[in-house]
Nanobody, 119 residues
Framework: QVQLVESGGGLVQPGGSLRLSCAASGSIFSIYAMGMGWYRQAPGKERELVAVITSGGNLNYADSVKGRFTISRDNAKNTVYLQMNSQKPEDTAVYYC???????????WGQGTQVTVSS
């Protein structure tokens, strides 16, 4: 059974920091190479890529978060992290964890965690 468990969302003031975590479990993740990443969806907007890290360690960030957000992963724990610094009100959204089985390809999604940046 595949499961993605997200944690770390919440309310933060502008300029503050939050760290999101997503732990992936399921036997399939030990078979296929995984890309891991974060997407977000603000009210009334489409879901957009925030940051991804491939199985080979290649990184890709949305222009809007470059220099402020850092994605990383712990392969031993099948966990991906998103460190969000210098947050802005426009970062407010539901953040979704994504795991992509790169050779299939097939996507799995977390349930989403709310991040609100407000004073």
């Amino acid at each position: 059974q595949v499961q993605l468990v997200e944690s770390g969302g919440g309310l933060v003031q502008p300029g503050g920091s939050l760290r999101l975590s997503c732990a992936a479990s399921g036997s399939i993740f030990s078979i296929y190479a995984m890309g891991m990443g974060w997407y977000r969806q603000a009210p009334g907007k489409e879901r957009e890529l925030v940051a991804v890290i491939t199985s080979g360690g290649n990184l890709n960030y949305a222009d809007s978060v470059k220099g402020r957000f850092t994605i990383s992963r712990d392969n031993a724990k099948n966990t991906v992290y998103l460190q969000m610094n210098s947050q802005k009100p426009e970062d407010t959204a539901v953040y979704y964890c994504n795991v992509r089985l790169e050779t299939l390809p097939k996507d799995y999604w977390g349930q989403g965690t709310q991040v609100t940046v407000s004073s």
